[in-house]
């Protein structure tokens, strides 16, 4: 499809590939940031496949809970693969060039990726919901059937509803400019070369966003007030400390998901005098989740860490 579009804008004199530049204003030494990048990637990796390892082998992590981490884990590696090898080809190589088909995937997989991040979020969080609101009824309603259900629909809501992002960006018209001043094609970088209006590109990425990750932080912000609220009831300080604890790392994740978005979206709006804070921004948030998530969840989490310590064959007092 995206090929389509591409040949015939082609056809009609536009620009034949796109060249992200990496980031503006550091050029000359910007190939110093593929170090720490390239370790974020790498822990990215093997983090996360060392959590799914560990929910595998261990039996007792086979829960919707974590059913839920397995899949967030996937995401996460999803997402990084898809910008960081083209990050660091461009700081280790100079291979900026990208086709216009490719520019285009790629932006309609960061969004997809994101969106399923945002959209785990929301079942973890409807997830301990039940669990602590609705104790009695946890079984029955968190199953294995409801986790493939609520996968389900976010795959097919992500992969769909992102669509017209890059088919939309596809349509406008490249005449002459082909550089991009950022490490990715972010729809708001290959957009703002069009030599045409844009305006309609603009709009549905602002109504996606309030799709997506409205709606999404409402039901999470939703989901722990109610916890919130019951909590408070119970009697014990010490259970309200338990049922609060198993939320930790979560309320974690999501503050820095979410922040890290709003941040982005307040520095891409505003007239930046320094236009490497965004882009920085933004290769930071698509990269540093996949590495921290892990990273939460086996400190914060006791049984994880218990399934760490016996897939590594360690024998560690944990209390």
């Not at 050029?27 to 370790?39: G, N, R, V, Y």
Request: proline share 4%.
């Amino acid at each position: 499809m995206f090929q389509e579009l591409s040949g015939a804008n082609s056809s009609k004199g536009q620009v034949s590939e796109f060249v992200l530049m990496g980031f503006p204003g550091i050029h000359t030494w910007q190939h110093w940031l593929s170090l720490p990048l390239a370790w974020l990637y790498l822990l990215a990796l093997s983090a996360n496949i060392l959590i799914l390892i560990i929910i595998n082998h261990e039996a007792t992590l086979h829960q919707p809970m974590y059913h839920f981490l397995g899949i967030l884990a996937v995401v996460d590696m999803g997402l990084a693969t898809t910008i960081m090898p083209k990050i660091l080809a461009i700081l280790w190589f100079d291979a900026k060039a990208i086709s216009l088909p490719e520019c285009f995937l790629q932006m309609y997989v960061i969004h997809c990726f994101l969106g399923m991040e945002s959209g785990v979020f929301v079942c973890m969080a409807m997830d301990r919901y039940v669990a602590i609101c609705r104790p009695l009824h946890y079984t029955s309603i968190v199953t294995r059937s409801f986790v493939a259900k609520a996968m389900v629909f976010m795959a097919l809501r992500n992969c769909l509803l992102t669509i017209p992002v890059p088919v939309l960006a596809a349509q406008r018209q490249y005449c002459s400019r082909n550089e991009i001043e950022h490490c990715l094609c972010s729809n708001h970088g290959v957009t703002s070369l069009a030599c045409d209006d844009r305006t309609i590109n603009s709009m549905y990425q602002l109504l996606l966003a309030w799709t997506f990750m409205g709606s999404d932080l409402a039901l999470i912000m939703l989901s722990y007030a109610l916890i919130l609220h019951s909590v408070l009831k119970l009697n014990s300080a010490e259970a309200a400390s338990k049922a609060l604890s198993t939320c930790t790392s979560h309320l974690i994740l999501i503050l820095f998901f979410y922040t890290a978005i709003i941040v982005l979206s307040v520095t891409h709006s505003a007239a930046m005098t320094v236009p490497l804070i965004p882009v920085l921004l933004n290769v930071l948030h698509n990269v540093i989740p996949p590495a921290l998530n892990p990273v939460v969840y086996a400190l914060k989490n006791k049984e994880l860490r218990h399934g760490l310590y016996k897939v590594l064959k360690l024998k560690v007092k944990d209390n």
